[in-house]
């Protein structure tokens, strides 16, 4: 499923090609994604000009002077920027075309969304819930303790929760927590306040990483018609039940929670000590 990193490559690879471009026809192939495509998309968005390419937890925003199309991968969806004309496949099922490009959404499992937002966008239900983004400047330890105060959730379960931070997946929630040495059952308002701060910049540095290995794709977001936009990383324990542990060569442990698996060392991250 593409998490946030993958999100904001795809706005980086898109937004070269989109921004300033007038769209000069829409093509809804199928209409039935995780939501209705609106059908007025193609008598609205002729003619108009992207002002502006943003992302907001893993919505993808495509700002015009009068609305926002705002664009969601769902759990197989990607982006690409091709030749206007390249034949469409059978998951292809919608394409913003602009003059000699077409953005094209591919999205296999159609869990994916394409809607269109009156300003202002944020007032829209599907944005006005958000919680903070990992990635704003002003996100750190202290954001993150205010966010996890008194809850008795996991942590991991309060790191995916996108009332309270945006976009962080089951991926990112459990590399992070591996490199800040938290286990992933601990009760979210038991961090202590160094604790917050370890994680919130561990949780940064996950995804940073991740942007960097995903750099070096963008090329893959135009005139490739490609696999999707992921890219590959090391993993320090997600998928890894049984193998060693990069860091202390304990075997990584996977367990249930929040019906997602959840993977961590039990060396390197302790169970629950309320520190
Ligand atoms: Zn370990």
């Not at 202290?142 to 942590?155: F, H, M, N, S, Y």
């Amino acid at each position: 499923m593409p998490e946030l990193p993958e999100v904001e490559i795809t706005r980086r690879g898109v937004e070269p090609w989109l921004l300033n471009a007038t769209v000069s026809e829409v093509v809804v192939r199928q209409p039935r994604l995780r939501y209705e495509v609106p059908a007025l998309l193609r008598e609205r968005l002729p003619g108009q000009t992207v002002r502006a390419v943003m992302r907001r937890a893993k919505y993808l925003l495509i700002h015009f002077d009068d609305g926002v199309l705002l664009i969601h991968l769902g759990m197989s969806g990607s982006l690409r920027v091709l030749p206007a004309g390249t034949p469409a496949g059978l998951h292809d099922h919608f394409d913003l075309v602009c003059g000699s490009l077409l953005l094209r959404l591919r999205d296999p499992r159609r869990f994916g969304a394409v809607l269109w937002l009156a300003h202002p966008a944020e007032a829209h239900p599907l944005l006005a819930s958000l919680g903070v983004e990992p990635l704003d400047e002003g996100f750190g330890g202290a954001a993150l303790a205010a966010l996890l105060r008194d809850r008795r959730t996991p942590v991991k379960l309060a790191l995916m929760d996108s009332h309270l931070v945006v976009g962080v997946g089951n991926i990112y929630a459990s590399e992070s927590l591996f490199r800040a040495r938290i286990h992933p059952a601990t009760p979210a308002g038991r961090l202590s306040a160094a604790r917050c701060v370890r994680l919130a910049r561990c949780l940064r540095e996950t995804l940073n990483a991740a942007l960097e290995a995903g750099g070096s794709s963008l090329r893959d977001f135009v005139h490739s018609d490609g696999a999707s936009g992921y890219f590959q990383q090391q993993y320090f324990v997600y998928g890894r039940e049984g193998e060693a542990c990069r860091v202390c060569g304990a075997r990584i442990t996977r367990s249930v929670m929040g019906q997602r698996a959840t993977f961590h060392c039990p060396r390197c991250q302790r169970v629950p000590s309320g520190g």
